[in-house]
């Protein structure tokens, strides 16, 4: 026997595939277009969804774009997450997390959260919004580079390196902005990896491939 879904649960089910919509099509916007181009008018076109539609769930375009960067920020750690299985254990786990940080600050979610910050630094009730909600996010980044590092912030050091990391990452993001920094970008991390490892107390290679132990690695 089939069991009719309620009318209320429908209707919540296509509210919530709207917000998606609207706050997925916000992102690429706001990449692609800058703050100036990002008008809800062409944010519902992108989406698929009625002016009307788009006015009942977000009132204005700050709303809008708050919600979106927030909702895709806690999507992409969740996927971050995810990808992280998958990430070699040992020496090489350092450079494979700074790898995939690295792409999650060059992807569409940063240049999209750039561009609110550029907006807010002249627009007081979006600095207001905007604060808080970095605050927040950089908390979430914070905690998942710790998790993904298995670091331990008890060490001398160890919460610094974290959070230079954190600051590197988003200077990389802004060095890809205007051109592709992909070689100047992967010498600084395989670099700043060895920084970091010896930091966090783990062995790591030298430049030349030796170990601490002073053998070298197989080819």
Do not use: I
């Not at 509210?15 to 692609?32: F, G, H, I, P």
């Not at 569409?108 to 959260?113: C, G, K, S, V």
């Not at 991390?189 to 970091?196: G, P, Q, V």
């Amino acid at each position: 026997m089939v069991t009719a879904v309620p009318a209320r649960s429908r209707q919540e089910e296509r509210s919530q595939q709207t917000r998606q919509r609207l706050m997925a099509a916000t992102v690429e916007c706001l990449a692609e277009l800058g703050w100036s181009g990002t008008t809800t008018t062409v944010v519902a076109e992108r989406a698929g969804v009625s002016r009307g539609a788009q006015l009942h769930h977000y009132r204005t375009r700050a709303e809008l774009v708050l919600a979106a960067v927030e909702h895709l920020a806690e999507v992409r750690r969740e996927e971050v997450l995810r990808e992280a299985a998958a990430l070699p254990a040992g020496e090489n786990r350092t450079a494979a997390v700074l790898d995939m940080l690295a792409r999650l600050y060059t992807g569409p979610l940063f240049q999209a959260a750039l561009e609110l910050w550029v907006a807010a630094r002249t627009d007081q009730e979006l600095r207001a919004a905007v604060v808080p909600l970095e605050a927040k996010v950089g908390r979430e980044s914070h905690r998942l580079t710790v998790e993904l590092l298995d670091a331990d912030e008890s060490r001398p050091g160890v919460r610094e390196a974290v959070q230079a990391t954190l600051d590197l990452m988003r200077g990389l993001g802004l060095a890809n902005t205007l051109t592709d920094d992909g070689a100047r970008r992967s010498r600084l991390l395989a670099e700043w990896a060895r920084t970091l490892d010896r930091t966090l107390g783990r062995a790591a290679p030298n430049r030349t491939g030796a170990t601490k132990k002073g053998t070298r690695e197989a080819p």
